[in-house]
């Protein structure tokens, strides 16, 4: 059970970090909220959560923090240039942000220093899973700690997973994503060359994606293949992202990643043409634009 005593900040309300701290206010969490444009600070307000001026004001009174923020260089300027030396002494840092292991544990290292708490817990999920607390949690912590505050990672997510050691939280999130994108690739390339053939497009779409080869999140990128709408769940431009952190931990690893490279070259170049702002199923536009 979470103590509901504690006083929790979450820094970072962009389409995730937003919808998490509703699903925290819904249970009765002490939260106060910061991110650097205010415009998603008010309707949280509204709800009960108290706005920070600053994030040195979210996490100077803070037992434990939530960072939710959308880069490793984020994830830097707010806590570990400076804001981490703002945090009490004992107090618990969590990171769900998507970043590479190598970072993970030079942000341990910072925290561990100023004697605050530090785990890795990034998410499998988009939009929709945010807004209904269904994310799942990676969780990089000792046992003990992760036992803590699994409670609280509950009123956010449907599964909160123990994977292993500070940093293998963030690793295995990696992998998810990794596997994401090419998964989305292959699908894309294969509906593309399917209607070459002259299979229909509407068959393609609907029934691909129901078979034991097709992954579960393909039957949503059907629908915005099929409407043309790539309204944002999850950005083309953070998937790029993903993949180039992938690309760096395989080199600090001495892994080559043949298909992963290949992937994130192809998001690189989706991006540079005006599709980073769209979901990353939008990388079957790009495709279908080099199919002539």
């Known amino acids: 059970m979470f103590d509901q005593n504690l006083k929790v900040s979450l820094i970072g309300l962009g389409i995730m970090g937003s919808r998490m701290a509703k699903n ?42 939530i960072t939710m923020l959308a880069r490793p260089e984020a994830v830097r300027e707010v806590m570990l240039e400076n804001g981490i030396n703002r945090m009490k002494k004992g107090a618990l840092w969590i990171d769900c942000s998507t970043v590479n292991p190598s970072f993970t544990a030079e942000a341990a290292q910072s925290a561990e220093a100023r004697a605050v708490d530090f785990i890795d817990a990034p998410v499998a999920g988009t939009l929709p899973q945010a807004e209904n607390a269904e994310l799942v949690f990676f969780v990089g912590a000792p046992r003990e700690e992760f ?52 299979l229909d497009r509407e068959f393609l779409l609907r029934t691909l994606p129901s078979l034991p ?12 293949i099929r409407s043309q709408n790539y309204e944002v769940m999850f950005p083309l ?35 540079a043409e005006g599709l980073g702002r769209k979901d990353f199923a939008a990388i079957h536009a790009f495709l279908q634009g080099r199919a002539g």
């Not at 415009?39 to 434990?64: H, V």
């Open 147 to 198: 036992l803590a505050v699994e409670p609280l990672l509950q009123f956010m997510g449907k599964k909160v997973l123990h994977i292993g050691a500070v940093g293998q939280g963030s690793a295995f999130k990696m992998l998810v994503n990794a596997l994401l994108a090419q998964s989305m690739v292959a699908f894309s390339e294969t509906v593309l060359l399917g209607e070459k053939m002259g």
């Open 237 to 271: 431009e953070l998937m790029h992202k993903d993949l180039h952190l992938a690309s760096l931990s395989a080199y600090e690893n001495g892994q080559p990643l043949y298909l992963v490279n290949l992937t994130k070259e192809l998001f690189a170049s989706a991006s």
């Open 213 to 224: 080869v097709g992954a579960p999140f393909l039957q949503a990128k059907a629908e915005m």
């Open 24 to 65: 925290l206010l819904k249970h009765g969490v002490q939260l106060t909220v910061f991110n650097r444009s205010p415009e998603p600070i008010a309707p949280l307000a509204a709800l009960g959560a108290r706005p920070a001026d600053s994030y040195e004001d979210a996490l100077s009174e803070a037992d434990i923090v």
